[in-house]
């Protein structure tokens, strides 16, 4: 039988999924849709592990542990989980300084060449095929206006 605990987050995640998209169902469709487009999935997953929970008979039986790093030194997991990190923060920094129309090419470009180690020219191109989707889905097809990054800000450039 699952744990309370787990009915318990599986109903507050269907509140929450639920509450986003009442919200947002009075908003204009563009500042709508990408709640509605989450919280709907969301919302049907919750419930449906809500329900399953409930009628699930017997013991779950024995789950296995999941470990991706279990072989490796601990200075190794270290390294590669503040590794991931500090790309995660120069992401959100990268967003701040130069907004969101700069920020995703640059970070796909130095992610690919420094943690990738890859050449100069399948960097650019997945940094030029990133942008041209970034641009096509978001400025062109939803026009969706991104604030400018606080350099550009500052430069008056915005």
Excluded: N
């Excluded at 991706?68 to 959100?92: D, E």
């Amino acid at each position: 039988m699952p744990s309370a605990a787990s009915r318990i987050l599986g109903i507050a995640i269907m509140l929450a999924a639920g509450a986003a998209v009442v919200i947002a169902w009075r908003w204009p469709w563009k500042a709508a849709l990408f709640p509605i487009a989450i919280g709907i999935p969301v919302f049907c997953m919750a419930a449906a592990e809500v329900v399953w929970g409930l009628f699930r008979s017997g013991p779950r039986g024995d789950v296995p542990d999941f470990q991706l790093s279990a072989h490796l030194p601990g200075a190794t997991v270290i390294r590669r989980t503040l590794a991931a990190v500090a790309w995660m923060l120069a992401f959100f920094a990268a967003i701040a300084l130069l907004g969101f129309p700069i920020a995703v090419p640059l970070l796909v470009f130095c992610y690919v060449k420094l943690a990738g180690r890859e050449g100069w020219g399948l960097s650019l191109g997945l940094a030029a095929v990133v942008w041209a989707v970034f641009y096509a889905v978001f400025d062109r097809l939803l026009h969706l206006p991104f604030p400018a990054g606080w350099i550009q800000g500052a430069l008056g450039l915005a």
